[in-house]
């Protein structure tokens, strides 16, 4: 065993797959390539994010408290590496990388066609918002596409370092 550098913590524990997160703000849709977040319940679906302060999103989702999460395959892999490369405050993320939209039920900012799942979220929780970046949502409505079922996601590893998924195995639980 050998020590690791703690900034190098967040590689071992990247919880899920890189996901899209939509906002929309004065009219204006924005996506960003996100990997810090984790379900907190099962119904209704509890979700944390953690958004950089610094970008463009942080702001419009703090204002709006409306968001969408978007689950994009593997396919994808090269838009959402320049998606989480670029700031919406200078770039029109829609035209620059051909991301398709369509009109969410029940928030303001857009789903993705394209993904896996699209996931319609509210703030529900500010307390951790100042202190961590953390906002806490609740999904409201999810939408997913049967023809991408088992489509391999991506996963953030650090440091420009994706892995995309690989077999699946099914192994006799208790749980659901």
Request: net charge neutral.
């Amino acid at each position: 065993m050998r020590v690791l550098p703690l900034a190098d913590v967040y590689r071992l524990l990247e919880p899920g797959p890189v996901t899209l997160l939509i906002t929309a703000d004065e009219g204006r849709a924005n996506v960003m390539a996100m990997s810090w977040h984790m379900m907190l319940e099962f119904e209704p679906p509890g979700i944390a994010c953690i958004v950089s302060a610094n970008g463009h999103s942080f702001a419009a989702l703090e204002r709006t408290g409306e968001c969408v999460i978007a689950v994009p395959p593997a396919t994808m892999a090269d838009r959402v590496v320049g998606i989480g490369n670029c700031s919406g405050r200078s770039v029109d993320k829609f035209d620059r990388f051909d991301l398709r939209r369509r009109k969410a039920d029940l928030v303001a900012p857009p789903l993705l066609p394209e993904c896996i799942a699209n996931i319609e979220c509210r703030v529900t929780d500010r307390k951790m918002i100042r202190a961590y970046n953390m906002f806490i949502l609740e999904a409201v409505k999810a939408w997913h596409d049967p023809a991408k079922a088992g489509a391999a996601t991506m996963h953030h590893r650090g440091w420009g370092e994706f892995a995309f998924d690989g077999e699946i195995v099914r192994i006799p639980s208790n749980m659901r």
